[in-house]
């Protein structure tokens, strides 16, 4: 093995790979997105087909059987559920795992338009939507105000929401609850019938009258100039002098069987902000973009809308931001406790700061240098990436320390020089140590290979370990034996005895390691004298813990504190808006003196 003879003759050159790699990590850092999973996009589509007034059993029968039928006919497709309900269909298409979900996705839409003719004439086209976690809204906003609601909503869709759409990394920003302008035309019955009116020459008097067409081209000198024929309403006067039909020379106008009202949509949502009257804005992030960054750029420019529009008041209710932020600050907090507490045992065992320095660096190279590897593996900083440095903190410094202390051997019991010993020492460890290493990724090598959900949230935990581990075994074969050559200038007896006579704390830790490395001979010689009751002790604490295995819960990931309090409540099948909303203020009314903490409150 040349590693190690390389490294030690070549310091400069080593020193000079070292940087470059920590360089590289360190920027890698710098561009790494955050989130708070690995992205996970099931090969799953779920198709949505609206059919107003229709029955579920209509429903059914006339939608959801016959799009059973037609996206069966995809290739790759392994499991079809389906849920029909009063004027909705809505099915849901489980690919084989494996499958590219957007090519999918174009199958199923191509499908659907060849056979969109089986469907009824006057439903809403089918829409098609695929499962992304990535998709999900990573801010909601609650808008209040004392404002008109009518004049709430347009103020938000014409000024504000154009501004959230516009920061960058942001894709869709929704807005639910709304009070969308109307103009209602109720026709009265009884003129309607006194003028022998029928209803289709109603609708088509007012299709036709609200029309904004072309009216060709003209030839102007050097131009030629297109022409257009607008004729859209645009007050509720126009509305009421529209001409239905004339009779015996007289027009006959809208005005005079129907009543004109500009009033907004019939509410199927209401949404209240801190007890108030409000609405609710989704904002969706791109598909590449840094969760915590837009999530940042989303609270600043709530800051400058509320101060632009004193009118309203904007609070975030949900930030998955701020939520991955202080996940990962904890994960990575974990990861630097986890690296100082092992230099501390490194230090109370090693008992000499030189050797403790040389192998603690390799812990900090080995996790920036992973970091380039994260990147260009195209990696996002989450949980999952954080844990797998956090479970091989502990591994990093393994490989340096039996690399360390085959050198001190060397240079105690053969007496030879820093060099010798350095490269000497490293090469005949060498295969033991990558033979050690590769067992140990090996343990995690099958992760790689796991499918479905679990093989996404797994597989950037097995690959961050391998890369850890790794760069580690690279620094025990190289760096560690080029800096032993250069700073352990002493014999081991020599350094521990310095440090006794100088130090108080190296001569306390000398004795605990000294007590520790006694109290260890005694039990072994007690084992090896009781040879039967070690083997059945030890036999009778793994059928205890076996014993206790069925009383192990099991979940698919562990319960998160988001800082939030969720509660939901479910009626009757076609109870009445208003009824539902009078339960709602019920429930509020018992929940917030529950949450004195609470912030704002949405429903």
Not at 324 to 329: D, K, L, N, T
Not at 344 to 363: E, M
Not at 388 to 409: K, T, Y
Not at 439 to 462: D, M
Request: charged residues 20%; proline residues 4%.
């Amino acid at each position: 093995m040349n590693l190690p003879s390389f490294s030690v003759k070549r310091p400069i050159f080593t020193t000079m790979v070292t940087l470059i790699l920590v360089i590289l990590g360190a920027v890698s850092l710098s561009r790494l997105q955050i989130d708070m999973l690995p992205n996970i996009e099931l090969p799953t589509l779920s198709i949505r087909t609206d059919y107003e007034g229709a029955s579920p059993e209509v429903m059914e029968r006339l939608v959801t059987q016959i799009i059973e039928e037609i996206v069966a006919t995809v290739p790759g497709v392994e499991e079809i559920t389906s849920s029909s309900s009063e004027g909705r269909s809505r099915v849901r298409v489980s690919f084989v795992w494996g499958t590219e979900i957007d090519t999918a996705a174009i199958d199923v839409q191509g499908k659907l338009e060849d056979e969109i003719n089986e469907l009824p004439d006057d439903i809403v086209r089918p829409r098609i939507r695929k499962f992304d976690i990535a998709s999900f809204p990573v801010v909601l906003l609650g808008i209040s105000s004392n404002l008109d609601p009518v004049e709430l909503t347009e103020l938000i869709e014409v000024q504000i929401r154009y501004r959230f759409a516009r920061i960058p990394g942001v894709a869709q920003v929704d807005v639910w609850g709304g009070f969308n302008r109307e103009v209602r035309i109720e026709l009265d019955p009884d003129r309607i019938k006194a003028v022998g009116l029928p209803l289709d020459r109603v609708l088509n008097a007012i299709r036709d009258a609200n029309l904004d067409l072309p009216a060709g081209k003209i030839e102007q000198g050097r131009y030629e100039v297109t022409l257009r024929a607008p004729a859209e309403f645009t007050n509720l006067d126009q509305i009421r002098e529209t001409v239905i039909v004339q009779r015996d020379g007289a027009a006959i106008t809208l005005g005079q069987i129907a009543e004109i009202k500009d009033t907004y949509e019939k509410l199927t949502r209401i949404v209240r902000v801190n007890g108030g009257r409000g609405l609710r804005v989704a904002i969706r992030k791109q598909a590449n973009a840094n969760t915590v960054e837009v999530s940042k750029r989303i609270l600043a420019e709530i800051k400058a809308v509320n101060q632009a529009f004193p009118q309203i008041n904007i609070v975030p209710v949900i930030n998955q931001g701020n939520f991955i932020e202080r996940s990962i600050a904890n994960v990575a907090r974990s990861v630097l406790y986890g690296g100082g507490l092992a230099i501390v045992v490194l230090l109370f065992f090693l008992r000499n700061i030189r050797s403790t320095l040389v192998i603690s660096l390799s812990i900090p190279i080995s996790i920036v240098t992973t970091f380039a590897l994260i990147f260009f593996g195209g990696f996002t900083l989450n949980l999952m990436t954080l844990g797998g440095l956090a479970l091989g903190v502990g591994m990093m410094v393994d490989s340096s320390i039996v690399v360390l202390e085959n050198i001190f051997r060397r240079r105690s019991e053969n007496g030879e020089a820093p060099e010798q010993a350095a490269v000497e020492g490293a090469r005949e460890v060498g295969t033991a140590i990558i033979a050690s290493t590769i067992t140990t990724l090996v343990i995690f090598l099958p992760l790689v290979f796991v499918r479905g959900v679990s093989g996404i949230l797994f597989k950037e935990l097995a690959y961050v370990i391998i890369f850890s581990l790794i760069c580690s075994l690279t620094v025990a074969l190289s760096l560690v034996p080029m800096l032993a050559s250069r700073f352990l200038t002493a014999g081991p007896r020599r350094l521990k005895a310095s440090a006794s006579s100088t130090n108080r704390w190296a001569a306390a830790a000398n004795s605990i390691f000294a007590g520790l490395e006694n109290g260890y001979l005694d039990l072994l010689r007690w084992v090896l004298g009781h040879r039967l009751i070690t083997i059945l002790a030890a036999a009778a604490m793994l059928g205890a813990s076996l014993l206790l295995l069925p009383m192990i819960g099991s979940e698919f990931l562990p319960p998160s504190d988001e800082g939030e309090v969720r509660i939901s409540g479910k009626m009757e099948i076609g109870t009445r808006l208003e009824l539902v909303d009078r339960q709602t203020r019920i429930m509020e009314q018992i929940v917030q003196p529950a949450v004195p903490e609470a912030v704002a409150s949405v429903v």
